[in-house]
């Protein structure tokens, strides 16, 4: 079932809807879009949102199936010239169509990130989040 199936049948969607993991953990909204893309073909998964330590929302034109894993990639020495990229395996958790019908928002949990690639996404935060 992809998130758009949701909408397809309205009285169905909220009790699904309620079923759906939603985030546990705050996170920080960025005010720089990073392109986020499948690292096996580099195709666009979408931009990112918002990121903490545990996941990271995606805005996206495409719905995803959920509860799957899908192995992303932040392009790092692109965006800002830092050594590294950002790799990493993130499980989609829920879906929502976006304010603008063109899109759809979707929330992924990390899949056992290791501690380097929490001190990049601490940096991100730290330097392109905005404070609150």
């Excluded at 079932?1 to 009285?11: A, G, R, V």
């Excluded at 195709?43 to 805005?59: K, N, V």
Aim: net charge negative.
């Amino acid at each position: 079932m992809t998130c758009y199936d949701l909408y397809k049948e309205p009285q169905m969607n909220m009790s699904l809807l309620k079923n759906f993991e939603k985030r546990r953990f705050d996170r920080k909204q960025l005010y720089y879009y990073l392109k986020v893309v499948h690292e096996e073909t580099g195709a666009l998964a979408g931009y990112l949102g918002d990121i903490s330590t545990e996941g990271l929302m995606l805005f996206t034109k495409e719905s995803v199936d959920l509860n799957r894993v899908f192995k992303l990639r932040i392009n790092l020495e692109e965006e800002f010239g830092l050594k590294e990229n950002l790799v990493f395996n993130a499980e989609s958790v829920w879906c929502e169509k976006d304010v603008n019908p063109e899109f759809f928002i979707i929330g992924f949990k990390f899949m056992k990130i290791d501690p380097a690639g929490i001190d990049i996404i601490s940096y991100l935060i730290k330097k392109y989040g905005f404070s609150g």
